[in-house]
Protein backbone atom coordinates (compact mmCIF):
# COMPACT_ATOMS: atom_id res chain seq x y z
CA UNK A 1 0.00 0.00 0.00
CA UNK A 2 1.60 3.80 -1.01
CA UNK A 3 -0.03 5.82 1.29
CA UNK A 4 -0.57 9.70 1.00
CA UNK A 5 -0.51 12.32 3.42
CA UNK A 6 -1.90 15.47 2.29
CA UNK A 7 -2.82 19.41 4.04
CA UNK A 8 -4.44 21.95 3.14
CA UNK A 9 -4.98 24.99 4.81
CA UNK A 10 -7.86 27.74 5.10
CA UNK A 11 -7.48 31.20 6.03
CA UNK A 12 -10.23 34.01 7.00
CA UNK A 13 -9.96 37.29 6.90
CA UNK A 14 -11.81 40.46 7.34
CA UNK A 15 -13.18 42.55 4.53
CA UNK A 16 -12.48 46.47 5.76
CA UNK A 17 -13.67 49.56 4.08
CA UNK A 18 -13.19 52.90 5.90
CA UNK A 19 -12.82 50.91 8.96
CA UNK A 20 -15.81 49.31 8.81
CA UNK A 21 -16.28 45.65 8.42
CA UNK A 22 -18.05 44.76 4.85
CA UNK A 23 -20.06 41.50 4.34
CA UNK A 24 -18.35 39.52 1.75
CA UNK A 25 -20.97 37.88 -0.23
CA UNK A 26 -22.16 41.79 -1.27
CA UNK A 27 -19.10 42.37 -3.08
CA UNK A 28 -18.45 38.66 -4.54
CA UNK A 29 -15.97 37.29 -2.05
CA UNK A 30 -15.51 33.84 -0.58
CA UNK A 31 -16.99 33.31 2.41
CA UNK A 32 -17.11 31.34 5.89
CA UNK A 33 -20.27 29.71 6.36
CA UNK A 34 -21.42 33.02 8.88
CA UNK A 35 -20.66 35.55 6.61
CA UNK A 36 -19.21 37.50 8.24
CA UNK A 37 -15.37 36.69 6.91
CA UNK A 38 -13.59 36.36 3.85
CA UNK A 39 -12.30 32.62 3.84
CA UNK A 40 -9.59 31.37 1.02
CA UNK A 41 -8.01 28.18 0.34
CA UNK A 42 -5.02 26.03 -0.82
CA UNK A 43 -5.09 23.08 -2.82
CA UNK A 44 -4.71 19.92 -0.55
CA UNK A 45 -1.20 18.71 -1.74
CA UNK A 46 1.74 16.41 0.01
CA UNK A 47 4.30 19.03 -1.51
CA UNK A 48 4.65 22.26 0.43
CA UNK A 49 4.87 24.65 -2.50
CA UNK A 50 1.25 23.88 -4.64
CA UNK A 51 -0.30 24.45 -1.08
CA UNK A 52 1.54 27.86 -0.37
CA UNK A 53 1.73 29.57 -4.00
CA UNK A 54 -1.95 28.49 -4.23
CA UNK A 55 -2.89 30.44 -1.05
CA UNK A 56 -0.49 33.22 -1.76
CA UNK A 57 -2.13 33.46 -4.85
CA UNK A 58 -5.97 33.45 -3.32
CA UNK A 59 -4.91 36.15 -1.24
CA UNK A 60 -3.26 38.07 -4.17
CA UNK A 61 -6.63 37.99 -5.96
CA UNK A 62 -8.83 39.28 -3.67
CA UNK A 63 -6.40 41.80 -2.01
CA UNK A 64 -6.70 43.43 -5.54
CA UNK A 65 -10.48 42.83 -5.95
CA UNK A 66 -11.05 44.59 -2.31
CA UNK A 67 -8.29 47.38 -3.40
CA UNK A 68 -11.52 47.75 -6.35
CA UNK A 69 -13.82 48.86 -4.16
CA UNK A 70 -11.37 50.99 -1.98
CA UNK A 71 -11.05 47.98 0.73
CA UNK A 72 -8.60 45.94 2.16
CA UNK A 73 -7.90 42.51 3.63
CA UNK A 74 -7.25 42.50 6.91
CA UNK A 75 -5.76 39.12 9.00
CA UNK A 76 -6.08 40.17 12.56
CA UNK A 77 -7.11 38.06 14.58
CA UNK A 78 -10.06 39.62 16.40
CA UNK A 79 -12.04 42.66 16.08
CA UNK A 80 -14.71 44.34 17.71
CA UNK A 81 -17.73 44.50 15.99
CA UNK A 82 -20.74 46.64 16.15
CA UNK A 83 -23.56 44.02 17.68
CA UNK A 84 -26.22 45.53 15.69
CA UNK A 85 -24.50 44.98 12.63
CA UNK A 86 -23.13 41.14 13.61
CA UNK A 87 -26.93 40.50 14.50
CA UNK A 88 -28.70 42.12 11.48
CA UNK A 89 -26.44 38.94 9.86
CA UNK A 90 -27.18 36.37 11.88
CA UNK A 91 -31.38 37.28 11.29
CA UNK A 92 -30.58 37.79 7.59
CA UNK A 93 -28.90 34.36 7.15
CA UNK A 94 -30.93 32.61 9.69
CA UNK A 95 -27.45 31.74 11.41
CA UNK A 96 -29.34 29.66 14.22
CA UNK A 97 -29.57 27.25 11.93
CA UNK A 98 -26.14 26.25 12.46
CA UNK A 99 -26.44 26.21 16.47
CA UNK A 100 -26.50 22.59 17.19
CA UNK A 101 -23.47 22.04 14.09
CA UNK A 102 -20.50 23.15 16.73
CA UNK A 103 -17.91 19.70 15.88
CA UNK A 104 -14.89 21.10 17.70
CA UNK A 105 -13.61 18.74 20.25
CA UNK A 106 -10.44 19.44 22.22
CA UNK A 107 -7.56 17.32 22.99
CA UNK A 108 -7.39 18.86 27.01
CA UNK A 109 -9.42 18.17 29.40
CA UNK A 110 -9.72 21.69 30.80
CA UNK A 111 -10.61 23.12 27.34
CA UNK A 112 -13.55 20.43 27.38
CA UNK A 113 -16.64 23.13 28.85
CA UNK A 114 -15.09 25.98 26.76
CA UNK A 115 -17.01 27.51 24.53
CA UNK A 116 -15.48 26.57 21.11
CA UNK A 117 -13.86 29.13 18.37
CA UNK A 118 -16.25 27.42 15.77
CA UNK A 119 -18.88 30.80 15.68
CA UNK A 120 -16.17 33.12 15.89
CA UNK A 121 -18.19 35.52 17.85
CA UNK A 122 -17.84 36.37 21.76
CA UNK A 123 -19.54 38.85 23.91
CA UNK A 124 -17.57 41.81 24.35
CA UNK A 125 -19.65 44.34 26.11
CA UNK A 126 -23.28 45.47 25.44
CA UNK A 127 -22.39 47.23 22.31
CA UNK A 128 -19.86 45.03 20.65
CA UNK A 129 -19.21 41.26 20.07
CA UNK A 130 -15.52 40.55 19.39
CA UNK A 131 -14.83 38.46 15.99
CA UNK A 132 -12.05 36.35 15.25
CA UNK A 133 -10.57 35.11 12.36
CA UNK A 134 -8.30 31.87 12.23
CA UNK A 135 -6.20 29.64 10.16
CA UNK A 136 -7.47 26.10 9.51
CA UNK A 137 -4.62 22.90 8.39
CA UNK A 138 -6.59 20.05 7.35
CA UNK A 139 -4.59 17.04 7.56
CA UNK A 140 -5.11 13.88 5.45
CA UNK A 141 -3.75 10.09 4.75
CA UNK A 142 -5.18 7.88 1.96
CA UNK A 143 -4.40 4.78 0.30
CA UNK A 144 -2.94 5.88 -3.34
CA UNK A 145 -4.25 2.90 -4.90
CA UNK A 146 -8.18 2.72 -3.48
CA UNK A 147 -8.57 6.29 -2.16
CA UNK A 148 -9.12 4.98 0.98
CA UNK A 149 -8.88 7.42 4.18
CA UNK A 150 -6.52 6.50 6.73
CA UNK A 151 -6.65 7.18 9.98
CA UNK A 152 -3.97 9.64 11.33
CA UNK A 153 -2.76 10.16 15.18
CA UNK A 154 -5.15 13.15 16.09
CA UNK A 155 -4.47 13.47 19.39
CA UNK A 156 -0.65 13.57 19.02
CA UNK A 157 -0.64 15.28 15.93
CA UNK A 158 -2.69 18.14 17.45
CA UNK A 159 -0.77 18.09 20.57
CA UNK A 160 2.65 18.83 18.40
CA UNK A 161 1.33 21.75 16.41
CA UNK A 162 0.20 23.40 19.98
CA UNK A 163 3.40 23.05 21.41
CA UNK A 164 5.39 24.11 18.02
CA UNK A 165 2.65 27.34 17.73
CA UNK A 166 1.68 27.55 21.89
CA UNK A 167 2.99 31.51 22.13
CA UNK A 168 1.56 32.83 18.44
CA UNK A 169 -2.00 30.70 19.68
CA UNK A 170 -1.25 32.05 23.51
CA UNK A 171 -1.06 35.91 22.08
CA UNK A 172 -4.00 35.77 19.76
CA UNK A 173 -6.37 34.43 23.07
CA UNK A 174 -7.45 31.08 20.91
CA UNK A 175 -7.31 27.88 22.71
CA UNK A 176 -5.18 25.24 22.23
CA UNK A 177 -5.77 21.90 20.82
CA UNK A 178 -9.42 22.20 18.78
CA UNK A 179 -9.79 20.37 15.71
CA UNK A 180 -12.83 19.16 14.05
CA UNK A 181 -13.23 15.46 12.37
CA UNK A 182 -13.30 16.35 8.67
CA UNK A 183 -14.31 13.22 5.98
CA UNK A 184 -10.74 13.21 4.49
CA UNK A 185 -9.39 13.09 8.03
CA UNK A 186 -9.44 16.45 10.78
CA UNK A 187 -8.70 20.19 10.63
CA UNK A 188 -6.70 21.54 13.37
CA UNK A 189 -8.35 25.23 14.15
CA UNK A 190 -6.32 26.81 16.92
CA UNK A 191 -3.89 28.92 14.99
CA UNK A 192 -4.84 32.08 14.59
CA UNK A 193 -5.54 34.18 10.83
CA UNK A 194 -1.97 35.84 10.75
CA UNK A 195 -0.15 32.98 11.35
CA UNK A 196 2.76 32.48 9.16
CA UNK A 197 1.53 30.71 6.35
CA UNK A 198 5.65 29.52 5.41
CA UNK A 199 6.02 28.24 9.35
CA UNK A 200 2.92 27.12 9.43
CA UNK A 201 3.48 24.59 6.58
CA UNK A 202 6.99 23.69 7.38
CA UNK A 203 6.00 22.42 10.73
CA UNK A 204 3.17 20.87 9.71
CA UNK A 205 4.62 18.63 7.31
CA UNK A 206 7.24 17.97 9.81
CA UNK A 207 4.84 16.70 11.90
CA UNK A 208 3.03 14.47 9.36
CA UNK A 209 6.02 13.23 7.95
CA UNK A 210 7.20 11.97 11.54
CA UNK A 211 3.70 10.57 13.42
Known amino acids: MTEVREIGIEKELFL ?27 LPSDRFYPIYTTLKAEELQYSLRANKFNMELDDSPNKLVAKEWVD ?87 NRGEWEPKSHGFEYRSLPANADVYRVLKESFHILRDV
Request: one cysteine or more; a negative charge.
Open 16 to 42: IGKDHIKEPKKYGFPRDEFEFLVEIRS
Open 88 to 174: SLWKKYNLDRFSDCDYTQNVYPEFKDKESFHFGRFDFSKEYYKLTAGMHVHFSSRDADTGEVIELPVEDIVRKMDLRFYDVILDSGR
